[in-house]
Nanobody
Framework: QVQLVESGGGLVQAGGSLRLSCAAS?????MGWFRQAPGKEREFVAT????????IYADSVKGRFTISRDNAKNTMYLEMNSLKPEDTAVYYC???????????????WGQGTQVTVSS
């Protein structure tokens, strides 16, 4: 069972940037980021294939967020720029077999890291 640990969350002003990391305890295939705001359902943010050659983004973050990975370090990243208050949420990383947007496809989940964007 691969363990996932997120880091890099915090408080930032609107328009600012943050970089999230997700460290895996072993080899992973597809990985993704999801987020959950208070009172809302968990939603897809971005996903990346093992090779990094395939990525998918939610429309709400396209052009502002960039997902990447370093397989030598078993780590995935989410570079978040031009942050908006509506990006405030707990961000979760996940690992699965295929880079898709459905949370059901991911079998391993981290504990989450809080991102708060102030206006």
């Amino acid at each position: 069972q691969v363990q996932l640990v997120e880091s890099g969350g915090g408080l930032v002003q609107a328009g600012g940037s943050l970089r999230l990391s997700c460290a895996a305890s072993g080899r992973t295939y597809a990985m993704g980021w999801f987020r959950q705001a208070p009172g809302k359902e968990r939603e897809f943010v971005a996903t990346i294939s093992r090779s990094g050659g395939s990525t998918i983004y939610a429309d709400s973050v396209k052009g502002r967020f960039t997902i990447s990975r370093d397989n030598a370090k078993n780590t995935m990243y989410l570079e978040m720029n031009s942050l908006k208050p509506e990006d405030t949420a707990v961000y979760y990383c996940a690992a699965g077999g295929v880079a898709v947007i459905s949370a059901n496809a991911y079998t391993n989940w981290g504990q989450g890291t809080q991102v708060t964007v102030s206006s």
